[in-house]
């Protein structure tokens, strides 16, 4: 199964995508977090990235097309993956397009996660992330250990307020025009209301998916 998460920053992509990879026993491909590694691993993938992403900017499409076909390509996404993140412009949902057609794989589906951007603010706000495993937490502090993996969590630098509200204008000028590619393009969306607990919001995207 190849599927997109599809959604604003701070809507659950990250915490949902975990649960269904884990669910489904395929892996979660989030181009964020590739692309925070290569900044912790001083890569020129990173270096080149690093402003961007902490301006809450969006990173050029051509980098993205290349680390997303590099993971679709991949023996670990041989029985599918869960994108999360990956498709972030049209360019890239044509990319993505063009690459699963030559690959000869079609996209099962692309779940759009819907929430206020209201309610975003504050859960980014309150998030720390494992550094090492990158699992997001709600209302755990700086320094806590990661319960998965022994890492030691930290708040991301676009979450600060500025950052965050730069990542939402960008959200609804460059990413928002993708829902609409997929519908003109008959695209299989499924919209999931991502407001209400974490295991409502599993439970309405696996409705969304038939599962
Ligand atoms: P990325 O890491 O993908 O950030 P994002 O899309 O902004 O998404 P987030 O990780 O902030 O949020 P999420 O939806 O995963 O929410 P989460 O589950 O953590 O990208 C970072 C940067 O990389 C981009 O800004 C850009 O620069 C670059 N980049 C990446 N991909 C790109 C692309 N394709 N093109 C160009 N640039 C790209 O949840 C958030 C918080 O809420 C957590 O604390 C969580 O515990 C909590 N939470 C989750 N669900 C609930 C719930 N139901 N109720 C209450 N709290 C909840």
């Known amino acids: 199964m190849i599927l997109v998460l599809l959604g604003p920053p701070g809507a659950g992509k990250g915490t949902q995508g975990e649960k269904l990879a884990e669910q489904l026993g395929i892996p979660k491909v989030a181009t964020g977090d ?3 590694a290569a900044v912790r691993e001083q890569t020129p993938l990173g270096l080149a990235a690093k402003a961007a992403m902490d301006r809450g900017d969006l990173v050029p499409d051509d980098v993205i097309l290349g680390i997303m076909k590099e993971a679709l390509d991949s023996p670990a996404a041989a029985r599918g993956a869960i994108l999360d993140g990956v498709v972030r412009t049209v360019p890239q949902a044509e990319g993505l397009s063009r690459v699963l057609g030559e690959l000869g794989r079609p996209l099962d589906a692309v779940l759009l996660f819907e929430i206020q951007d209201e309610e975003l603010v504050g ?8 550094e090492k495993c990158q699992t997001p937490y709600a209302g755990l502090e700086p320094g806590t250990t990661c319960a998965k993996c022994g890492g030691t969590l930290v708040r991301r630098k676009d979450d600060e307020p500025e950052a965050v509200r730069n990542r939402l204008k960008n959200y609804h000028a460059q990413t928002a025009p993708v829902i609409g590619w997929y519908e003109r393009t008959g695209g299989p969306l499924r919209r999931v209301d991502a407001l209400g607990s974490m295991e409502d919001v599993l439970a309405r995207a696996r409705k969304a998916l038939g599962l």
């Open 34 to 36: 590739v692309l925070r």
């Open 123 to 130: 859960r980014l706000s309150g998030r720390t992330v494992c």
